[in-house]
């Protein structure tokens, strides 16, 4: 089972209809998947889920556990502020350590208004996942300009949709 997590809790986000687009493509390949919105966390998860109160929240444990049984993710990551959403960070820290990652591989998509697409944002996760133990995929996607290159659910540039084919095949395969 792949777990494709939206990184942003924003409703409606781009992150989410990107998600889908993965989705479909790892639908072609045969591969099982589910998509995990972090618009669906608790609103009071930083307080009630986390550190001292670590177990105590039953929604975020469903979601702890849909986390836990993936053996494989691709983390949909906006860029906010030069990085990733700190939601996202938050979310990673209410995971159990050292546990949840490790030893699992992962693949990681970066979206942004701007040039970059989210490139130091993934460079910033890949050290924290490397961290926790997970094995991230060397072909990072990054989707620059979203609203030249992404419209209407469909990627509209070859070459980017030609790196999320690779990408999807290269997770499949690892």
């Known amino acids: ?42 609103e009071d998860f930083i307080v009630s889920a986390l550190y001292h109160n ?34 996202f960070k938050a979310f990673i820290d209410g995971m159990s350590y050292p546990n949840t990652f490790v030893y699992k591989k992962c693949a990681l998509v970066g979206i942004s208004d ?15 996942f490397n961290y926790l133990g997970m094995h991230v995929l060397a072909l990072k996607v990054r989707i620059p300009f979203m609203k030249k290159n992404f419209v209407e659910g469909e990627i509209t540039d070859d070459f980017i949709r030609k790196l999320i084919h690779d990408q999807a095949q290269q997770l499949i395969a690892f």
């Open 114 to 128: 701007g040039t970059s697409g989210n490139a130091l944002g993934l460079s910033h996760i890949t050290d924290v």
């Open 54 to 87: 670590c177990g105590k929240n039953e929604k975020f444990n469903e979601i702890r556990k849909e986390i836990e049984v993936a053996d494989k993710y691709i983390f949909v990551l906006p860029e906010y502020n030069n990085s990733v959403p700190g939601v």
């Open 1 to 42: 089972m792949i777990c494709i997590v939206v990184g942003t809790n924003r409703p409606g986000s781009k992150s989410r209809k990107v998600a889908e687009f993965y989705q479909h493509l790892l639908k072609g390949f045969s591969a099982e998947s589910q998509i995990l919105d972090l618009s669906g966390l608790p």
